[in-house]
């Protein structure tokens, strides 16, 4: 018996594993696809900051990375803005090189703004549903409620978004 419990815990801790990576350790390829995007996302005022990147394994080996960016001073303003983008990622080889991970940019939306809300890259939950196959992820957020001044929200929540990889289909917002 505890060995068919040892073997449904590595089951399940293999199933579902979502790595962070910091700026500078990110996969070399996932970072040039990520700067290419934030270019497209900021004005030639605004500064990124806190940049963040996961990639996430399903049980099927299936992988997806997702980005998290904060971006402030856009029109050279007292402004911000908080994007999700998610990565498929595929493997591939030409004839006598060896196999590299490739990253292609499946959607991207806006998760946090002044006056909105605002998310915690820090604190990120990856899972997924194998019927339908989807990638679900949880961000904690603070909200601005009444009283609240502009870039501070005080309320606790948490913003759920999921996607169905390969199936075409955008991220979806589930709270």
Do not use: C
Not at 114 to 141: C, L, M, Q
């Amino acid at each position: 018996m505890k060995s068919l419990t040892i073997i449904a815990l590595l089951f399940f801790l293999s199933a579902t594993l979502a790595v962070a990576y910091a700026e500078d350790n990110a996969p070399p390829q996932l970072k040039l696809q990520a700067d290419s995007l934030a270019a497209l996302l900021k004005d030639s005022y605004a500064e990124e900051y806190g940049r963040k990147y996961y990639v996430f394994t399903q049980g099927s080996g299936t992988r997806v990375a997702a980005v998290f960016y904060g971006f402030e001073g856009y029109g050279l303003g007292n402004n911000w803005s908080q994007y999700l983008a998610v990565f498929s990622v595929l493997s591939g080889a030409e004839p006598g090189q060896l196999k590299t991970d490739y990253f292609s940019l499946l959607d991207v939306v806006k998760i946090g703004a002044k006056g909105w809300r605002a998310a915690d890259f820090e604190k990120v939950k990856i899972t997924h549903n194998s019927k339908p196959f989807e990638t679900i992820i949880v961000i904690s957020i603070k909200e601005v409620i009444s009283g609240d001044p502009p870039n501070f929200p005080s309320k606790q929540s948490q913003a759920q978004y999921r996607i169905q990889p390969f199936q075409g289909e955008r991220l979806r917002v589930e709270n």
